[in-house]
Nanobody
């Protein structure tokens, strides 16, 4: 029983900033991987950023230096977006990957997504 709810999306001008958030509830373990994906119309969902248990982070080349992923605990995930470009327009999804004892495998959980539109 894991639920993820994104918020903070909206319309922003090119060069602007926006922070999207994700609230997680349910059986969330501290030893997991959290991250953000995004999907634009007609394109495949792509990985934007991840943060691991040791707080190490990874970013897609297209957002490196502009986006910052963070978490304040195992149930809150954030993506700070700066110097936004029109090509950043997409639905942004948060996710958690963790071990499932019931399924005996790693399981991915996804939120419903929040729309980010970068346009003048």
């Amino acid at each position: 029983q894991v639920q993820l709810v994104e918020s903070g999306g909206g319309l922003v001008q090119p060069g602007g900033s926006l922070r999207v958030s994700c609230a997680a509830s349910g059986s969330i373990f501290s030893s997991n991987t959290m991250g953000w994906y995004r999907q634009a119309p007609g394109k495949e969902r792509e990985l934007v950023a991840t943060i691991s248990n040791d707080d190490s982070t990874k970013y897609a080349d297209s957002v490196k230096g502009r986006f910052t992923i963070s978490r304040d605990n195992a149930k809150q995930i954030y993506l700070q977006m700066s110097s936004l470009k029109p090509e950043d327009t997409a639905v942004y999804y948060c996710y958690i990957q963790q071990w499932s004892s019931a399924r005996r495998r790693l399981v991915d959980y996804w939120g419903q997504g929040t729309q980010v539109t970068v346009s003048s």
